[in-house]
T-cell receptor, first 116, second 113 residues
């Protein structure tokens, strides 16, 4: 149990386009989902916390107008990178927390974004 | 401000021996700690966790030790196997908060056959 999927796994786009990444909890309801990004050989950096039905909470330094997060249901959260630029190229990972869990999160397989 | 630190970026261990990965934290509000294993281009996989009310938690070949006074935790893997080769991240959170995880920078473990 506790499987989280992400789609797409890999995307290459031109600079200026928008890219949407989906994160789904397949066999449980996630009241909270998290979005991370990871640069090569670096740690996972939390971008935002997404709660179903409410606005996402962004970490300091993360542009909320650039990284749009929608958490429409208890099993789906989406991250849209708007007007992507080469510096947005990264590995984006989502995770989902079980309700009442003390911090244990289940991670998706990640999405590799390359902006040309 | 790196609140969770893994000072060893890499570690090589002979197969069958013990692997010890270390992690230090600075935020005294953290009271729940987790270890994740990550392969390239994949999401992290949960390994083991420990609450601040304990100083040791064991699950099969994996044992996590917590020293609250030193703000230090370690993951022991014994015996080490080739499939253990991966990047290991420790993470910390403050239970009762918003469940945000703060990750360390990771340690790449290589098991030598």
């Amino acid at each position: 149990g506790a499987v989280v999927s992400q789609h797409p796994s890999r995307v290459i786009c031109k600079s200026g386009t928008s890219v949407k990444i989906e994160c789904r909890s397949l066999d449980f309801q996630a009241t909270t989902m998290f979005w991370y990004r990871q640069f090569p050989k670096q740690s996972l950096m939390l971008m935002a916390t997404s709660n179903e039905g409410s606005k996402a909470t962004y970490e300091q330094g993360v542009e909320k107008d650039k990284f749009l997060i929608n958490h429409a249901s208890l099993t789906l959260s989406t991250l849209t990178v708007t007007s992507a630029h080469p510096e947005d190229s990264s590995f984006y990972i989502c995770s989902a927390a079980l309700a009442g869990g003390p911090g244990e999160q289940f991670f998706g397989p990640g999405t590799r974004l390359t902006v040309l | 401000d790196q609140q969770v630190k893994q000072n060893s970026p890499s570690l090589s261990v002979q197969e069958g021996r013990i692997s010890i990965l270390n992690c230090d934290y600075t935020n005294s509000m953290f009271d729940y700690f987790l270890w994740y294993k990550k392969y390239p281009a994949e999401g992290p996989t949960f390994l083991i966790s420990i609450s601040s009310i304990k100083d040791k938690n064991e699950d099969g070949r994996f044992t996590v030790f917590l020293n609250k006074s030193a703000k230090h935790l370690s993951l022991h893997i014994v015996p080490s196997q080739p499939g253990d080769s991966a990047v290991y991240f420790c993470a910390a959170t403050a239970w009762g908060g918003n469940e945000k995880l703060t990750f360390g920078t990771g340690t790449r473990l290589t098991i030598i056959p």
